[in-house]
């Protein structure tokens, strides 16, 4: 496929009665899906689903390290970096895309300090999502992550139930002062959540919204990170590493070895009460 296309304002993919649009100018974020008419994301700038790359969650004080050598990240959470760049870039898009499937990149540049490419391709079903994401060098080894921060609603409208999460970690991370791992596992504790969770067999959590919908969020990454602390929304993250992971679970890029994650959101219809667009 060529690489060279230039920015797109919107993409919007179709399967059936499915619609998703992909905001490229706006770091590439999911801005909408909606299934049988009903919205599942939280509408807005800042929400929808995002990308988190090359870092996901928190860097401590925006430095990391790649063997004797000390990077600053803009500090745009303070005390620390988070959420990586991707999210703030402009991508463009690949040519070769269908109506229900689209790619896009990004070139790595300042404040990241290595040369590289991230690629995001989205492919929709009438019954699911496939979202995959590489990050690639351009020349030097270097530490990275991937992953998402969809902000799922926690009530899809018209009088139905709030959304139910139900997912089963091996550990969760000890979450300190400065809201990093400490680096001790613990029991998983009662939400809400701002934290991160182990997964060794891979990501699988499922939102169901009572008698409407159920969602099941599924990734080969062994990291979940939730967060469920304002009422509108419920996120379930997929991670390549956890939050301030370049500093403590440094995965290296390299030529021969690229960055590479995939997310399955699949989903069930319930029930009798149609998902009909809301007004």
Known sequence: MDQTAQPVHLVH??????????????????????????QLLR????????????????????????????HQ???????????????????????????????????LADPWPYAGRVTQVFELSTSELRITMAVETAEESFPA?????PWFLRNLGGGGKDAVLDFAPAWQEERGANRLPTGKRIEPQPGP??????????????????????????????WLVVYDEQPEAICIEPQSGP????????????L?????????????????RPLIAEF
Request: some cysteine; proline content about 8%.
């Open 145 to 149: 992550q991937a992953g998402w921060h």
């Open 193 to 222: 959540w701002d934290d991160c969770f182990g997964m060794p067999d891979g990501v699988d959590a499922t939102l169901t919204w009572p008698g409407e919908l159920r969602l099941r969020v599924t990734s080969p990454a062994e």
């Open 73 to 107: 990240l803009p500090v745009n959470a303070a005390p620390h970096a988070i959420h990586g760049t991707g999210r703030e870039t402009v991508w463009h898009r690949v040519e070769g895309a269908t109506s229900s499937m689209a790619a896009f990149y990004f070139d």
């Open 43 to 70: 509408q807005g700038p800042r929400y929808g689903s995002f990308p988190l790359v090359p870092w996901c969650g928190r860097t401590e004080n925006g430095r990391f390290r790649n063997g004797s050598i000390t």
């Open 243 to 254: 939050p301030n992971g370049l500093n403590t679970s440094p995965r290296l890029v390299t």
């Open 13 to 38: 993919l179709t399967a059936g009665d499915v619609a998703l649009t992909v905001l490229p100018e706006a770091g590439c974020r999911i801005g909408s899906l909606r299934i049988g008419g009903r």
């Open 256 to 272: 021969i070895e690229p960055l590479e994650i995939t997310t399955v959101w699949a989903w069930e219809r319930l029930g009798q």
